[in-house]
């Protein structure tokens, strides 16, 4: 799809992305490209991050791969020297690095726990850090977290906790690098997204299947819709958004089943008001 910005908006700038290999954090990669910035992807698969880097070259952008896991200081300063060494600043960092699987949880260790607050959270923690000296001259950081915990999820407790504290993160940058150093820090949330590892691991068919069948508002998003909410947040559209976490999921975290279908409710109200009016004084009126 066409995107709805000009195509110079990020020109100059240069962003990196941790995740950027795949999914929702190579579509950011794109769309951020094309609008003119020079793009750093970071991920923990060479031949990943190989075919990323070719795609994103061939679309005209200026791209670099560098493998590094988020778990690791190390390799966070390394990737963020070397994107500074190629491009010579950083101006938007993306934290879309993140590990999922299913799991009740009865059945998952404390190691597994730790491992997906590792990579979102500890991770995302770590690369906001180690990029602060170079962010410091007004830069940008957008954080991928998720609405999972917005209620509770089944089977995604690790998840969860790693996502509200990846919001948490969040509002906490905005307020003290916002403050200092004018860094906008802000998150999205993204729905069901189409072809994605959260999707085709999370989500099977036959339940996206319920989901649509009981909800208008069930669909599953694209992409390019969590891409074109990063570059309002990265650009100078979101110049005065700082701490905020965008849910771009269509509406359906706050979908819940229907207690009565519309027809009944709409009897029952009428019953009740009915008799709320005709009761004897002194007898309390219903507030319904
Ligand atoms: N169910 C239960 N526990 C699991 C699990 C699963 N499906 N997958 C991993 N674990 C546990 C392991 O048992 C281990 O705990 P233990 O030492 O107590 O046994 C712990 O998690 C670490 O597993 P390991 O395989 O060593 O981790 P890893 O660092 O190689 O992999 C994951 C990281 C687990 C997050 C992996 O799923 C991953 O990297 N996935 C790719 C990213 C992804 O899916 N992104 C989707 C974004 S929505």
Request: glycine share 10%.
């Amino acid at each position: 799809m066409e995107s709805p910005f000009k195509g110079d908006i990020l020109k100059g700038k240069v962003g990196l992305l941790t995740g950027g290999g795949s999914g929702i954090g190579f579509e950011i990669a794109a769309e951020l490209g094309k609008h003119g910035a020079s793009i750093a992807i970071m991920g923990r698969r060479k031949h990943v991050l190989d075919s990323a880097v070719s795609a994103l070259q061939s679309l005209g952008i200026h791209a670099i791969g560098v493998e590094g896991d988020v778990r690791n200081k190390e390799d966070a300063a390394r990737v963020i020297e070397t994107t500074i060494k190629q491009f010579g600043k950083l101006d938007i960092l993306v934290n879309s690095a993140a590990g999922n699987f299913l799991v009740p949880s009865e059945d998952l260790s404390p190691n597994g726990f730790r491992t997906v607050i590792d990579i979102d959270a500890v991770g995302t923690f770590t690369m906001c850090h180690e990029a602060l000296k170079y962010l410091k001259k007004g830069g940008v950081i957008i954080n991928i977290s998720a609405t999972l915990h917005y209620t509770a999820s089944w089977y995604q407790i690790h998840v969860s906790a790693a996502k509200a504290a990846v919001d948490s993160l969040t509002r906490s940058l905005a307020l003290e690098w916002g403050t200092d150093y004018g860094i906008r820090v802000n998150g999205i949330a993204p729905g069901p997204i189409d072809d994605t590892a959260g999707v085709t691991k999370l989500l099977p068919e036959d339940v996206r299947r319920q989901k649509q069948e009981a909800s208008a508002l069930y669909r599953m998003g694209k992409k390019w819709d969590i891409a074109m909410a990063a570059l309002y947040l990265a650009s100078n559209a979101g110049n005065y958004v700082n701490g905020t976490t965008l849910v771009v999921d269509g509406g359906i975290w706050l979908s819940k089943p229907r207690d009565l279908p519309k027809e009944a409710v709409r009897q029952l109200s009428k019953v009740v008001e009915k008799r709320s009016r005709d009761a004897p004084v002194g007898v309390p009126k219903s507030k319904l």
